[in-house]
């Protein structure tokens, strides 16, 4: 994983519950969406809505600048996987789950 910001035209930007702007470019999107988790495709709106009104928010056990964003959209959850730098964060990943990963939880709603 990266610990760099993207660099690039910012797609779209949120203010997540923690207070952190967080932040994907158009490049970065499109990676995702296409090689990653293609299941995100137009769901660009689930994500938005997940850091900035999520369930729960929860530390990576891996990596303790990693945060990973929940909330049960339909039958299932969102997971934004997120960065935290400098005050700032980005997204690394996002994806449909049945479940949380384990980690320590850092804000619940």
């Known amino acids: 994983m990266s610990t760099k910001p993207p660099r690039g035209k910012i797609y ?3 203010d997540s519950v923690l207070g952190v702007k967080v ?3 158009e490049d970065y999107w499109t990676f995702l969406i296409t090689i ?3 299941p995100m495709r137009g769901r660009e709106q689930g994500v938005k809505q ?3 009104d999520a369930d729960e928010v929860r530390i990576s056990k891996i990596d303790k600048n990693v945060y ?3 909330k049960r959209i339909e039958k299932r959850y ?3 996987v997120v960065r935290h730098l400098n005050g700032e964060g980005f997204v690394i990943s996002a994806y449909p789950t049945d479940a949380m990963k384990e980690g320590v939880v850092k804000w619940k709603k």
């Open 78 to 80: 969102v997971c934004v």
């Open 50 to 52: 997940t850091l900035a």
């Open 36 to 38: 990653k988790h293609p």
């Open 23 to 25: 932040r994907i470019t």
């Open 12 to 14: 779209f930007e949120v």
């Open 68 to 70: 990973l964003y929940y």
